[in-house]
C-alpha cells in the first residue's frame, strides 16, 4: 500500500524558513519513473503546484517561487523534504506531497500538513 | 493567471449528468488528469491520462479530451460526487505542472 505524509511546523513566523518532510512507504524513489511532487492550496484558493524531484535527482520548481524554493530526497529514509524561504502570512495554507509514477498524474496523496505564517 | 480554465461551477440534479471542461492553452501535446477533493480532504485522481479511471473510481467517471479542450463527465450523479474538480497538466515545455482554478459541483 502506497502512502506520504507530510509533517512540520503548524506556525512559523514572517520572515522565517518552512521546512516540510513528506514521508513515504509502499514504494522507492529510487526506482526508474518514479517521482513526488509538492501541492499547496491557500485558503478557498486553488491547487497551486510547487515542485517535483525524480528518481534521478532531476527537480523541478514553479516559477513563480523558483527563487525560494528547495527540494531534495533521501532515499533511504523514504523522505522527500521541501524548503521555502521567508515565509509570507499569505503562503498560509495546506501543503501536499504526492506520488507520480510512470503517467504525469499525482495518483497517491499524503493528508497534507496546515502551515500558518504569522 | 491560470492557463487551464475551468468553469467555477457546475449544478446537476441527481440521476443527471455532469460535464466539467477544462480549456488549455499554450501547449503542444499533453494529457490531462482530473482530481477530485471533498472539504477538509486530500485530492484524489479520478481520471488520468485524458481517459484512464483508476482502481477504485466508479465507471460513472470518465474523461476525455479533444483538441484545446478536456472534459469530465460524471453520469447518474449522487450526493456523494459533490465536491470541488481540478484539471492538471505538465507542461513539458516549461518543465511545471498546472491545475486549474477548480469547479465546484453542486448536487442540487
Known amino acids: 500500500q502506497v502512502t506520504l505524509k507530510e509533517s512540520g511546523p503548524a506556525l512559523v513566523k514572517p520572515t522565517q524558513t518552512l521546512t516540510l518532510t513528506c514521508t513515504f512507504s509502499?514504494?522507492?524513489?529510487?526506482?526508474?519513473?518514479?517521482?513526488v511532487n509538492w501541492v499547496r492550496q491557500t485558503p478557498g484558493q486553488a491547487l497551486e503546484w510547487l515542485a517535483r524531484?525524480?528518481?534521478?535527482?532531476?527537480?523541478f520548481y514553479t516559477t513563480s517561487l523558483r527563487t525560494r524554493l528547495t527540494v531534495s530526497k533521501d532515499t533511504s529514509k523514504d523522505q522527500v523534504v521541501l524548503t521555502m524561504t521567508n515565509m509570507d502570512p499569505v503562503d498560509t495554507g495546506t501543503y501536499f506531497c504526492?506520488?507520480?509514477?510512470?503517467?504525469?498524474?499525482?495518483?497517491?496523496w499524503g493528508p497534507g500538513a496546515t502551515v500558518t505564517v504569522s | 493567471s491560470s492557463v487551464l480554465t475551468q468553469p467555477p461551477s457546475v449544478a446537476v440534479a441527481p440521476g443527471q449528468t455532469a460535464t466539467i471542461t477544462c480549456a488549455i492553452n499554450?501547449?503542444?501535446?499533453?494529457?490531462v488528469h482530473w482530481y477530485q477533493q471533498k472539504p477538509g480532504q486530500a485530492p484524489v485522481m479520478v481520471v488520468y491520462?485524458?481517459?484512464d479511471r483508476p482502481s477504485g473510481i466508479p465507471d460513472r467517471f470518465s474523461g476525455s479530451h479533444s483538441g484545446n479542450t478536456a472534459t469530465l463527465t460524471i453520469n447518474r450523479v449522487e450526493a456523494g460526487d459533490e465536491a470541488d474538480y481540478y484539471c492538471?497538466?505538465?507542461?513539458?515545455?516549461?518543465?511545471?505542472?498546472?491545475f486549474g482554478g477548480g469547479t465546484k459541483l453542486t448536487v442540487l
Open positions: 524531484i525524480d528518481w534521478d535527482d532531476d527537480k
Open positions: 491520462d485524458d481517459s
Open positions: 499554450n501547449f503542444g501535446r499533453f494529457s
Open positions: 509502499g514504494f522507492s524513489l529510487s526506482t526508474t519513473g518514479m517521482r
Open positions: 504526492a506520488r507520480t509514477y510512470g503517467s504525469y498524474a499525482m495518483d497517491v
Open positions: 492538471q497538466v505538465w507542461d513539458f515545455t516549461r518543465d511545471q505542472g498546472m
